[in-house]
């Protein structure tokens, strides 16, 4: 059965740093990973998606990077902004075509 | 505890009927459901958040038209397909917030529509 874990829980860091969130999953018999964003009483909101075959995806300061063998796959923010507060999800779409979700990262970015 | 259901789980349907699929939280009342839908690639993006006695905030170019949400009660939601193209076969996923406290969304099984 597939799990999904991220580290940290929970991240609190000044303005301007860049950052890494992690997400680890236990079989790498994926089809995808997605990077979701999610901020209170709101849905999630894609942010990158990395197909199996891919190694990595940008879009604005966001980089997700995926790597299969070792069952992880990281975002890294740069130049984090109050507006980058917010709870990070990571899930995997596998070949049993179902969605495990990890339990979220919870980033505050200090003004 | 926590779950939610869809039903049906799979539909198969003709061009130009309507379908309705169904999300339930069984064991917690959700105030906010939201529906997704898996587009090519196996994305998911978020369609629409849908409130309990109000009408849904649709997400930028979904039409609110073709895609009715109803959330009548604090367990049910429902999503109605209407006038349905092949375009509209898709993988759709509903998930919902416990109102009682929490941001974990939790998600049903989803439900695969195919329009022939």
């Known amino acids: 059965k597939q799990e999904v874990t991220q580290i940290p829980a929970a991240l609190s860091v000044p303005e301007g740093e860049n950052l890494v969130l992690n997400c680890s999953f236990t079989d790498s018999a994926i089809y995808n990973l997605q990077w979701f964003r999610q901020d209170p009483g709101k849905g999630l909101t894609s942010l990158l998606l990395i197909q199996s075959s891919q190694r990595e995806q940008t879009s604005g300061r966001l980089n997700a990077s995926l790597d299969k063998s070792s069952g992880r796959s990281t975002l890294y923010i740069a130049a984090s902004q109050p507006g980058d507060s917010a709870t990070y999800l990571c899930?995997?779409?596998?070949?049993?075509?179902?969605?495990?979700f990890g339990p979220g990262t919870r980033l505050s970015v200090l003004p | 505890g926590a779950v939610v259901s869809q039903h049906p789980s799979r539909v198969i349907c003709k061009s130009g009927t309507s379908v309705k699929i169904e999300c339930r939280s069984l064991d917690f009342q959700a105030t906010t459901m939201f529906w997704y839908r898996q587009f090519p690639k196996k994305s998911l993006m978020l369609m629409a958040t849908s409130n309990e006695g109000s009408k849904a905030t649709y997400e930028q170019g979904v039409e609110k038209d073709k895609f009715l949400i109803n959330h009548a009660s604090l367990t049910l939601s429902t999503l109605t397909v209407t006038s349905a193209h092949p375009e509209d076969s898709s993988f759709y996923i509903c998930?919902?917030?416990?109102?009682?406290?929490?941001?974990?969304?939790?998600f049903g099984p989803g439900t695969r529509l195919l329009v022939l």
């Open positions: 998930s919902a917030t416990d109102t009682g406290g929490g941001e974990t969304q939790y």
């Open positions: 899930a995997d779409y596998n070949y049993g075509q179902n969605f495990v």
